[in-house]
């Protein structure tokens, strides 16, 4: 534990009071309908989307693990920020229209009207599943471990205040609360990064003198084939299948698309977030590589502590880096919260009981989001099976887990061949491949069982690994809907991309036409964003 100077305690405090205040002050006058505590009543503007979808994507996993990887892989991690571009202009441009005109509330529930509902029920329930024992979980801990770092509590009552605050608001205020403290919490994070970020540079010379003190390795974006961890070809052909999946496909981003007011204003927030995306793809990434000059030899969930436990900050600014960590958890761990209560609330129970007032639907929401906490606080003392490379560990998970709901969102909105028996059993047979899979590593029951011809898939790095669950994906989806008799109803159409954009009408009111003159500069944006990337790359390479 460093000693906290007054002035980091101030910052602390103040943190805390403006993110209690700010849900309070939001809420107040909300109706209980569950489209304003679900959805925000639909009408989120664009910078609230942009800002909120930051701090719901950068958690405390970003902070220990992107910085800790950073400092023992280089430039190479910041791939997966980078890539984020693509879907999320993917998002903002083709799929936000088409989930807009949907007029769902989960990502499960256009599953549903796209294909039926044992689609949506399975989709949903595999989704809360992963919410609960990974996502969670992983942010909890890296929480845990900032928490011991800052004020030597121990990994159980860190994670019971981060939960019993953020938990709070969140059944309060619902997706209202969560979107615009987190448009707050993403303010503080950006600006906790660039303060590490410059005083680490400060500390060691400079940018061109951390370069001169580093190989070139760790500079190079694109590493060998063999490369254990990020081997160029997984990067380019893996990574986007899981960036598809996360970006466009997971009720935890998605759900503040469903809340924009119009498309126009979904597609810049989307837009907005990519170019804000850029901060923690370099300056994590930064920090990580500066820690290893000023300590060498330091790696995972070290580098983070020993860079707080250092003098390279002056009191009130270190408070300010651990404010932005802790808003990057608490941000995080709320849009967690109201994205798993919406799915059990609208995906499970609606369902079941399709009379339910809208007062009704809200109580389950809130005690769902209860029961959530709860379930977790007893999750706790298992959460330190965790690996120390929490950035690589998450993404190792995703590739396991992403796949199989890629392959049959995208066939599902390009191939009206594409049917429900086809849908339930890619995401079955896939869900089992990738499941068995993970298991067989972590047990080492490949050995044990003396397996020696699944070696090849059980050997496989991550990324590969992704690859050939899309593909295993991929067959099961086609060949059934090949050689399965369905019916091809004619509303599958309004559930699949168009050649031309439909008019979107939600509330009975028109809200998106080609041509508007908001087009034109979304278009200019999205060119800009792709330059910057392409020359990041190519300063990178």
């Known amino acids: 534990m460093y000693d906290l100077e007054s002035w980091d305690v101030i910052v602390i405090a103040l943190y805390f009071a403006v993110v209690i205040l700010m849900s309070l002050y939001f809420v107040r006058g909300q109706k209980e309908t569950p489209q304003q505590y679900f959805l925000s009543n639909r009408n989120l503007g664009w910078i609230a989307i942009g ?13 220990i693990g992107l910085i800790g990887y950073g400092a023992s892989q280089g430039m190479a991690v910041a791939n997966f920020e980078l890539i984020a571009v693509v879907p999320l202009i993917l998002l903002g441009w083709w799929i936000a229209p088409l989930f807009l005109k949907s007029n769902i509330y989960t990502v499960p529930e256009y599953f549903g009207k796209r294909f039926n509902r044992i689609v949506q029920l399975y989709l949903s329930g595999a989704t809360l599943s992963f919410y609960l024992l990974v996502k969670i979980s992983i942010s909890l801990f890296a929480g ?41 919490q993403a303010v503080i994070i950006l600006l906790g990064i660039i303060i590490l970020t410059v005083f680490g540079l400060s500390e060691v010379g400079g940018f061109f003198a951390l370069k001169q003190n580093l190989s070139a390795e760790y500079f190079s974006m694109f590493k060998s084939l063999s490369d254990p961890d990020f081997p160029w070809v997984g990067i380019v052909l893996g990574a986007p299948i899981l960036g598809i999946w996360y970006w466009c496909t997971d009720q935890y981003i998605v759900q503040r698309i469903l809340s924009a007011k119009s498309v ?65 958890l608490m941000s995080s761990l709320a849009g967690a919260f109201i994205s798993a209560s919406t799915l059990f609330t609208m995906d499970y129970y609606r369902f079941f009981q399709p009379n339910s007032s809208d007062k009704k639907l809200v109580l ?41 709901i890629v392959v049959v969102f995208i066939l599902g909105i390009f191939w009206k061949r594409m049917n429900s028996k086809a849908a339930i059993w890619t995401l079955v047979g896939g869900g089992a491949l990738g499941l068995s899979t993970l298991l067989m590593k972590w047990f080492n029951l490949g050995e044990s069982l003396n397996l020696t011809y699944l070696n090849w898939l059980l050997s496989l790095n991550d ?27 004619s509303k599958i159409q309004e559930y699949m991309l168009e050649s031309k954009e439909l008019t979107v009408i939600l509330h009975g009111k028109t809200i998106l036409t080609r041509g508007e003159k908001t087009d034109q500069f979304a278009w200019i944006f999205s060119f800009v964003l792709i330059i910057i990337l392409a020359g990041f790359w190519g300063l990178f390479f």
């Open 51 to 63: 800002g909120s979808l930051l701090a719901a994507n950068i958690s405390s996993e970003h902070f």
């Open 144 to 184: 845990g471990l900032l928490l011991k770092t800052v004020f030597d509590w121990d990994i159980y009552t860190s994670t019971i205040v981060i939960l019993m605050i953020t938990g709070m608001y969140t059944i309060i205020g619902g997706l209202s609360a969560v979107i615009y403290t987190s448009v707050f």
């Open 264 to 328: 126009c204003a979904a597609r810049s927030g989307t837009i907005l977030t990519g170019f804000l995306k850029i901060f923690p793809a370099f300056f994590m990434v930064l920090v990580g590589l500066i820690s290893v000059v000023i300590f060498p030899g330091i790696e995972g969930e070290q580098v983070l502590s020993s860079l707080l436990y250092s003098d390279i900050l002056p009191g009130g600014l270190k408070g300010l880096v651990v404010i932005g960590i802790l808003a990057a």
């Open 364 to 404: 389950v929401g809130r005690l769902a989001t209860i029961t959530i906490i709860a379930v977790t606080i007893l999750w706790i003392p298992l959460i330190k099976i965790f690996e120390l490379d929490l950035f690589r560990y998450l993404l190792s998970l995703h590739a396991y887990f992403g796949p199989p």
């Open 463 to 489: 990324l590969y690994f992704a690859i050939v669950l899309f593909l295993f994906a991929s067959l099961i989806a086609v060949s059934i809907s090949l050689f399965s008799k369905s019916r091809l109803s």
